[in-house]
């Protein structure tokens, strides 16, 4: 008989309720904790407030409750040493310690790692003063790209293709402190122009599978329009991800990111969400991200036929190898039901009316579920999510049930897929 086992996944947003929703399906995996949750995910596991910032009430919590693995949605508790407070401890969490995890909160530290391993990336200066920004710019030229060193919530890039955007860049950095701590030393890098593609690996150790590849639409208006937010709609997997791309990233990046990190005494354990720009048919990493992306998650867990309980376990107690994985043959498309205005200043507490099928998929992102009411209170609102044969097919599926789901100031982008059918 399988014993089934205890989750408890850490975190707020639509990935977050995605976990959930796996595991909820999962025949391995008997009681789902999330913290703090949503709307969503209060409806198939148990949601419970913990300060995410106190490790040892984390994990008070997790043997209080005899908890097999915990999972960590968002980058924070990572960058913050969750992992490494667990091991102590001898508790199975997923995800890679403080040190691998500067590979995000340190855009500097992984352009230097990138740099030191060959693995192919943009030029770059790392900036901690307007004036070696100048000098960074008139070195590389316009465009360029400043991006503030720590965590920005996914926000800290700014692309500059004027001498004014760059001008009105680095105030943002240096004077105006938009991005906080975060920008106290800047990445100045060399802008590629190509196509953008996400690769998200399982790893342990010198092990990985990957997982699936995803694009992600930053934008928030039609036609990548609009100030950058933390995703608008995704879709999985991309025409962009050929075998040849595949095989590069893996032999490329992947492998020697994970061969830097075992040098530097931390074997690398968990995600690895890899943002390659293909130049020339050559993938060239923009970012590296320590955790699952959002929105790709809500479309790469789906298609997932396969344990999602059995891999992360296993990648956690190093038996990664023994992992069957099976994907789906299918496409996923996520639209992102906003509220009008975000990413900057919108309206909270709108009545949501589902009118949507049994069947249909929509994780839920800014939610909360009051006397059986359900209302918006986040800037992304609801991932919902469509599949299909081909792309084309999953697009309709999204939008199809994204019309049937009403609020007041709702909001989405209405080409969300449509650069993928011009790839084909």
């Not at 790209?145 to 004014?164: F, H, M, P, R, Y």
């Not at 579920?369 to 800037?379: E, P, Q």
Request: contains cysteine; aromatic residues 8%.
């Amino acid at each position: 008989m399988i014993k089934k086992r205890k989750v408890l996944v850490l975190g707020s947003g639509g990935r977050e309720h995605a976990f959930v929703y796996k595991f909820h399906n999962d025949p391995l995996v008997s009681e789902i904790f999330c913290s703090p949750g949503n709307g969503g995910t209060g409806l198939i596991a148990k949601n419970i407030l913990l300060d995410l910032d106190n490790h040892n009430e984390i994990m008070s919590f997790v043997k209080d409750n005899n908890i097999d693995l915990t999972v960590v949605g968002p980058e924070n508790p990572l960058a913050d040493g969750i992992v490494d407070s667990f091991r102590k401890s001898n508790l199975i969490i997923f995800g890679p310690d403080a040190f691998c995890a500067q590979l995000e909160s340190s855009k500097i530290f992984a352009r230097d790692i990138m740099s030191e391993y060959n693995i192919p990336h943009p030029k770059y200066y790392a900036c901690s003063n307007k004036q070696e920004a100048m000098e960074a710019k008139n070195t590389l030229g316009l465009p360029i790209v400043l991006k503030a060193d720590g965590l920005a919530a996914g926000k800290g890039v700014i692309i500059c293709n004027t001498e004014s955007e760059f001008d009105d860049g680095l105030k943002h950095m240096y004077e105006k402190n938009t991005f906080g701590e975060a920008s106290k030393l800047v990445s100045v890098e060399e802008c590629l122009i190509g196509e953008e593609l996400s690769v998200f690996a399982v790893c342990e150790g010198k092990n990985y599978k990957i997982l699936n590849t995803a694009q992600d639409h930053k934008r928030v208006f039609d036609n990548d329009l609009g100030p950058n937010t933390g995703g608008m709609g995704a879709y999985s997997p991309t025409p962009l991800s050929t075998n040849s791309i595949i095989t590069q990233t893996s032999r490329n990046i992947i492998e020697p990111t994970l061969k830097a990190m075992n040098d530097k005494g931390h074997p690398y354990s968990g995600f690895l969400y890899v943002g390659i720009m293909i130049v020339d048919g050559k993938p060239y990493v923009i970012e590296y991200n320590v955790r699952m992306g959002d929105p790709e998650t809500q479309v790469v867990l789906p298609l997932l036929e396969s344990s999602l309980f059995d891999l992360l376990y296993k990648s956690a107690t190093e038996s990664l190898s023994d992992v069957d994985m099976q994907i789906a043959d299918k496409t996923a498309v996520t639209v992102v039901l906003a509220s009008k205005g975000y990413p900057n200043h919108y309206e909270k507490n709108m009545v949501i009316d589902m009118q949507i099928d049994e069947g249909d998929l929509v994780f839920h992102a800014g939610t909360t579920i009051d006397k059986g009411l359900l209302y918006a209170t986040g800037g992304r609102v609801l991932n919902v999510v469509g599949f299909g044969n081909n792309l084309q097919e999953a697009i309709l599926d999204a939008y199809k049930i994204s019309n049937r789901i009403k609020f007041k100031n709702k909001y989405f982008r209405t080409d969300i897929g449509q650069k993928g059918l011009r790839y084909k």
